[in-house]
């Protein structure tokens, strides 16, 4: 186990880290705006299970590889920015069913396309790949008895809970303020592009720079 010290230390930085709106924050966001609140919080659990499988491979090595290697990295960048925007172009051409959609409830194999979606978001997040690889390392206590692939696990299980109770929040919220927004159709159709919108500068964003998970 990492010392208590090591763990209070990396879950300050965690929490900082993760507060601060970023991909995984804005997805969520831009998925509750324009679908709700149910499929929102679907994503999440989606990107937090994509994240997970993401850690247990930095903790295998793969992680490292990731960080050294510019190619690798900015392969696994591009591949999350790319859906992202693919996602987000479907979300803004489809934003004007939003209102039928909302009224006939979520359709069969809704909630596995959602999980799925957030799962390759989650997996495919480079930020999250490079903190994992080079921040969470950090934080292992080397005098401690248990090997460092256990405590990167462990530290990064922590990592993982506090993402998810904040993301979970997000999704709340965000999914409130959009059966605010559903009174009317014209307010729906504005939420559909307008979180169809986000997605889109979401990846474009992180193409060009990156951003904070």
């Not at 230390?9 to 705006?33: E, N």
């Not at 990107?47 to 510019?70: D, H, K, Q, R």
């Not at 809704?110 to 957030?118: E, H, M």
């Amino acid at each position: 186990m990492p010392s208590a010290h090591h763990l209070v230390a990396f879950a300050i930085t965690a929490f900082i880290i993760i507060v601060v709106p970023g991909p995984s924050v804005l997805f969520i966001v831009g998925r509750a705006l324009t679908v709700g609140r149910r499929e929102a919080v679907l994503t999440m659990l989606g990107n937090t299970v994509g994240a997970a499988v993401m850690l247990v491979a930095v903790s295998l090595g793969l992680g490292a590889l990731i960080a050294a290697s510019a190619i690798a990295l900015t392969i696994v960048k591009l591949a999350g920015a790319a859906y992202l925007v693919y996602l987000g172009v479907h979300a803004f051409r489809s934003r004007k069913s939003l209102a039928e959609a909302l009224s006939s409830g979520v359709k069969p194999g809704s909630a596995r396309r959602a999980l799925r979606q957030g799962f390759l978001v989650g997996v495919t997040n480079a930020k999250t790949a490079v903190f994992f690889a080079a921040v969470l390392p950090q934080f292992v206590d080397k005098n401690a008895s248990t090997s460092a692939s256990v405590q990167i696990l462990l530290l990064g299980t922590v990592f993982l809970l506090i993402a998810l109770c904040s993301d979970g929040l997000w999704a709340l919220v965000a999914g409130t303020a959009r059966n605010w927004f559903a009174r009317s159709p014209r307010r729906l159709e504005m939420v559909g592009g307008t979180g169809g919108l986000m997605i889109i500068g979401l990846g474009a964003s992180i193409a060009v720079t990156g951003a904070k998970d």
